[in-house]
């Protein structure tokens, strides 16, 4: 069974500052994908930046970016000028990409990003 | 276009008592999956659904079920509510079951 780790439980960054949250997964398979998701107080959980194991090239959106580290099976999230809206539980999340699978999210923990003005 | 709906926001129920939590997903998505939120964690998986049929099923008793319907829209139902079961249940809806899975706000479900 796949897990995914998130051993920060908070963090802090100060308004324009750059913040990475950590993330690490454990999987024997080779085709998968891994999610940021954004879940403020408002419940909605809302994607944030999406990663295919088979591309090598870090996927970018705008201010957030990865570190995708395959053989370390790491997966970090960095938030370039951070703005109060930004403040957020941020989940990692892990899915199959295997035929047939379910493809059901597995998330960690979660890390509640606090952004101070 | 409208994202993916959920009713009610609110629900409080009593141990024994039965619960319907009802999801519209987004226009043109046949796959809709639930997972249940316990307060300080993440997601877990419950059910996914495509095109009517299940496609998967996570470590839940029998207690819960779910179905999906004709026009894609899926139901929830859990039996015997026990104090554990209070939680966020969110929808989460998908093009296909390979694509994104775009959530919805949740039915935040209390059992005294």
């Known amino acids: 069974a796949q897990t995914v780790t998130q051993s920060q439980p908070e963090m802090s960054v100060q308004e324009a500052e750059t913040v990475t949250l950590s993330c690490t997964y454990d999987t024997s398979e080779s085709d998968y994908y891994l999610f940021w998701y954004k879940q403020p107080p408002s419940r909605q959980m809302i994607l944030v930046i999406r990663q295919e194991a088979y591309k090598q090239q870090n996927a970018t959106e705008n201010r957030f970016s990865v570190n995708f580290q395959k053989a370390a099976k790491s997966f970090s999230l960095k938030i370039s000028d951070s703005q109060l809206g930004d403040a957020a539980m941020y989940f990692c999340a892990y899915r199959s990409g295997l035929d047939g699978s379910a493809r059901q999210l597995t998330f960690g923990s979660g890390t509640q990003l606090t952004v101070l003005p | 276009d409208a994202g993916v709906t959920q009713s009610p926001t609110h629900l409080i129920k009593t141990r024994g008592q039965q619960v319907t939590l009802r999801c519209s997903p987004i226009?043109?998505?046949?796959?809709v999956s639930w997972y249940q939120q316990v307060l300080g964690q993440g997601p877990q998986f419950i059910f996914q659904y495509y095109e009517k049929e299940e496609r998967g099923r996570g470590n839940f008793p029998d207690r819960f079920s779910a179905r999906q319907f004709p026009n894609y829209s899926s139901e929830l139902n859990v039996n015997a509510l026990l104090l554990g079961d209070s939680a966020l249940y969110l929808c989460?809806?998908?093009?296909?079951?390979?694509?994104?899975?775009?959530f919805g706000d949740g039915t935040r479900l209390s059992i005294l």
């Open positions: 226009s043109g998505h046949k796959s």
């Open positions: 989460a809806s998908s093009l296909t079951s390979n694509q994104p899975q775009h």
